[in-house]
């Protein structure tokens, strides 16, 4: 079946503006998380859904950064006023089973902030 | 929180060798174990994982061995071969939730 998807593939924005980046899951697959990723960094964890909640928005870097999910499916993870350092690539990840089992990766949205 | 670390952060092995990957967790509550690789450009995938139950898994030219006591796990590759070469991420799961702590990385370089 289908993958997960992400949208846009690739997002150039000024300093200051607002992006929403979307996150399609596995079709019934109930967690879904959020990763960031810098240039050649590993993966910092955002955020995930269980369901529609998120009982731990911790990762979040700051209240610029917001997620929501609806209808158990797709997410969209809100950046606002943009800063440079947001620059990286945003990857969701989906997993059916629970917590303690495999993650499936989307191919990421690359946020460029000029 | 969870800490983890991984050893060593670069790595550059001869076609045909082995390669062993280290990955030290804090949190002695970890039941998940993990390894993910990521080609360049590419999505994470996952090639291999354990829970706390068994010590040792393999799959063909990988395998995976946990040491719960001393609270690491180790990631080997043996006959590696140039499609190896990626950066491989562990991501121990803390029990009962969903959160995932990724590793900082190594990046495997298999020269021919």
């Known amino acids: 079946g289908a993958g997960v998807s992400q949208s846009p593939s690739n997002k150039v924005t000024e300093k200051g503006k607002d992006v929403e980046l979307r996150c399609d899951p596995i079709?019934?697959?109930?967690?879904l998380y959020w990763y960031r990723q810098s240039l050649g960094q590993g993966l910092e964890f955002l955020i995930y859904?269980?369901?529609?909640?998120?009982?731990?928005k911790s990762g979040l870097p700051s209240d610029r950064f917001s997620a929501e999910r609806t209808g158990g499916s797709v997410s969209t993870l809100t950046i606002q006023r943009t800063q440079q350092e947001d620059s990286a690539v945003y990857l969701c990840?989906?997993?059916?089973?629970?917590?303690?089992?495999?993650?499936?990766f989307g191919p990421g949205t690359r946020l460029t902030v000029t | 929180g969870e800490n983890v670390e991984q050893h060593p952060s670069t790595l550059s092995v001869q076609e045909g060798d082995s390669a062993v990957i280290k990955c030290t967790y804090s949190?002695?509550?970890?039941?998940?174990f993990p390894w993910y690789k990521q080609e360049l450009g590419k999505r994470p995938q996952l090639i291999i994982d354990?829970?706390?139950?068994?010590g040792e898994k393999k799959d063909q030219r990988i395998a995976v061995t946990l040491n719960k006591t001393a609270k690491h796990f180790s990631l080997h590759i043996t006959e590696t071969q140039p499609e190896d070469s990626a950066v491989y991420f562990c991501?121990?799961?803390?029990?009962?939730?969903?959160?995932?702590?990724f590793g900082t990385g190594t990046r495997l370089k298999v020269l021919a």
């Open positions: 991501a121990p799961a803390l029990s009962g939730t969903y959160k995932y702590i």
């Open positions: 354990i829970r706390s139950n068994v």
């Open positions: 949190d002695s509550a970890s039941n998940y």
């Open positions: 079709s019934g697959h109930t967690a």
């Open positions: 859904f269980q369901g529609n909640s998120a009982p731990d």
């Open positions: 990840a989906s997993s059916g089973q629970g917590p303690s089992y495999e993650q499936y």
